[in-house]
C-alpha cells in the first residue's frame, strides 16, 4: 500500500467503509476533478490487482469489488489517513488562513507543513498567496524568523474573513446538510473540530436552532448557515477573550431600537447556555440576523430598501452587461461581495478613508474588468449616492475577477476523435489526449461518417485529413495516431484560439441575441419626451428638510404624476435620514425614491430662497440652495432607471451640469440631460 497516493488511500477507504459512491459525491468531497477521480481510480487498480480486488464504475458510481479478508487487509494496511494530506492546494490555504485568523498567538509554518505532508517551501508559497489575499481585506499577514506567522488587524475584519473562507471550503449544500445533522461525513466534520472544537460546533448547532425557533425564523438555508458561522465564531472569541470593538453610537442605537428588540431574547438563549456576549456582539449579531438590510448613520440605521445580498446581484449583472459577458452568481462570490459592500458603506457612511496599496496592480492586471466594475459601481451606487472610490473599485475588481477565474476554470471541452485504423488506436489516442489536455472533460470516439456532427463538439481530433479546406475551419485539426509534440501544440494553439486556455482573456462571451442595445436617441425620446416635459425649475422657501419635502411633493402632485403624495413624502423623508445626498461642496442635494405610487418617472430643480443644513459626508453638515428631484416607479423600466443613474453620476462629475442647475434655465438643463443620455 506503500505505492498509493493519499487520494488513492481516501477513495479506497472510502469505498470500503461507506459502499458505492457517486463521482460526483467523491469530486465534491475532495475538492478535485471528475478526471483526476478517473486517473487516480486507475493508478490504484493497479495495485488493488494485487490483492484481487478492483474498483469498478457502473451509473456515475464507483464501487470496490473483492473478498471480505481481501478488503479487511487492505483497510488495515492502509491505516487511518491524515486529514491534512488529502486536502486541495485551495484547501489547505483555507485552513492555514483560518487558523491564523483564529488564532491568538502566532503559528509555526513547521506545524503547516506536518499536517499537509508537505515542504516547508511549499508553506511558503502558500503563505505569499494568503498575504495577497488578506492586504485586499484590511489585514496583514506578520512573518517573523523564530517567532511565527500571524494575522493582524481589527476583530471585525478578521471576522468577516473567517465567514468568507468558510464558504469558500466546501459546495454550500454539502455544508449545509452538515450544520443540519443531515450528513455527519468524517472529513466535513474533522474539519469544522479542527477549527473551532466539537465542543463549539455542537453548542452553535443548538443555538441557531433554537433562535430559529424560538426568536427568528430563518427560512433561507444561506442565511441560516451564515447565522450559524457568525454563532461559531463569537462563542469560538468569546472563550478567548477576543470581542468585537463596534462604534458605540452604533451598539446604542441597535440595543435601543425596537426593530433590534428580539436580539435580548438571543441574549437570555445565550447567557442559559454559559455564554455571556458583550454589548458589541449582541449588536454584531443582530445586524446579521435582521438580513444586513440596514446602514448606520448618525439618526439611526435606516432601512436601505434592498438586502446586500440583492445589491451584490445587481452590480454583477451590470458588470456583465457592460462586458458583454456571462459571469455567474456563485455564492462564493455573493457573499463575499456583499461582506465587502457592507463594509464600504459603514467605512463611507462614517467618513473613514479606504486603503488599497494593490490598486495600481489591479488596474494593470484586470484593464478592462476594472473599467467595467468602476462604471456598474457609478450606475448601482448613485442611486442610493454613494460615491465608491477607486480603493474600493479596486477591491470589488477583485472580487469579480476571482468568480470570472472560477467560472472559466469550470467550462470544459468536449471532442470527437476520429481514426479509421481501429477502435484500439482510437482509445489510445484518447487517453494520451486525456492526460495531455485536462480542460477536455468529455471525449468522444466515433467515424468518418459523424464529421459533420462538428456542431455538437468544441473542437474535432482525426488521424485522416477530413476536409480539402481544412485550415478554413475553427475547430478541426488532423494528428498523428502517436500524438507527436508537433502535435500536443497544434493541439494547444486550437484550445487557444476556440477561448478555453487558463491563461486567456476571462471574459465569457454571451450569445449575439443576449446582448441588448440601448441607448440610441430614439430610446431617449421614447422613455423621456413625457419626463422632460414636465421639467421646471421653481423657486420655493423652506425653514427645514421636513418642510422643504412637503413644499417640493405638494408642487408635483399638482401635475398628476403621483397617485399618493403621502407616501411619497414619507419615502423621501425615509431616505433622506440616511445622509449622504448632499454633493459636497456644491451646495446641491439630491431627492430620490422610488414608489408604486408613481405614474410616470418625474426630474424637476428647486431653487431655495434661502439656504438650508443638510446632511453630507460622516457627521458633516452643508448649506444646500438647490434641489434635483428624480422619482421613479418602484417596478421602473430597466432603461429609465439606468438613465436616472446616469444623471445622478453627472451630478457628481459633470460641472456644466451643476451650473446649470444652479444658475441656468429650462432649456439649458434639458440640453445637458440630453446630452448626457446620448453619451450613454
Known sequence: MKDLSDRQKFIIKSLIE?????????????????????????????????????ITENESKYEIHGGNESLEEISKEIGPISYGSILSQEQRQIYMTLSMLLSKEPLKSTYFSYLFNVSEGTISMYLDKIEIWLKVRNLELIRKRGIGIKVEGTEIDKRKAVIELMYSYLPLDEMLMYVYGDKQDKF????????????????????????????????DDNNYFALFLHVATAIYRYMQDESIKLNKEIVDDILSSEQFSFIYKVDEIMKEHGINLTDDELAYLAIHLNGKKYIYKKEGFIELGITLDDLSKELIEEVAKILKTEIKCDDKLIYGLSQHIETLIYRLSMGLQSRNTLIDQIKEYYGELFEAVNKACR?????????????????????????????????????????????GTAKILSEKLKSAFPEIDSIEIGSIRNKDDGKDYDIIISTVKLYEDEDSLDNVITVSPFLTSDDIRKIRDLIDKIGFNEDDNYLLPLKLNDISISGSESSITKYFDETLKNLN????????????IDVIVDEISKINVM????????????????GNTVIPGTRIALL???SDKMIIPYIGIYRLSRPIKMRSIGFTHEEVDTILVMLARKKEDNTVLEMLGEISIALVENDDFKDALKYGNIDDVKNIIINVLKKY
Open 379 to 423: 450606475l448601482i451606487f448613485s442611486k442610493y449616492n454613494i460615491t465608491v472610490p477607486a480603493e474600493e473599485i479596486g477591491y470589488i475588481t477583485m472580487h469579480v475577477g476571482a468568480a470570472i477565474e472560477r467560472q472559466k476554470a469550470e467550462k470544459r471541452l468536449k471532442a470527437l476523435v476520429i481514426c479509421p485504423n481501429g477502435i
Open 18 to 54: 461507506k459502499g458505492p459512491l457517486s463521482i460526483e459525491d467523491l469530486s465534491k468531497l475532495m475538492n478535485i476533478s471528475k478526471r483526476t477521480i478517473d486517473r487516480e481510480v486507475h493508478e490504484a487498480n493497479k495495485i488493488l490487482k494485487n490483492y484481487r480486488c478492483v
Open 592 to 594: 430620490h425614491t422610488r
Open 188 to 219: 466535513i466534520t474533522e474539519f469544522f473540530n479542527n477549527i473551532f472544537s466539537s465542543e463549539i460546533i455542537n453548542t452553535a448547532k443548538k443555538l441557531v436552532k433554537l433562535i430559529n425557533e424560538t426568536v427568528v425564523k430563518i427560512n
Open 537 to 548: 425649475i421653481s423657486k420655493i422657501s423652506a425653514d427645514g428638510l421636513n418642510e422643504l
Open 563 to 578: 397617485s399618493d403624495k403621502d407616501e411619497i413624502k414619507e419615502l423621501i423623508k425615509k431616505r433622506e435620514m440616511m
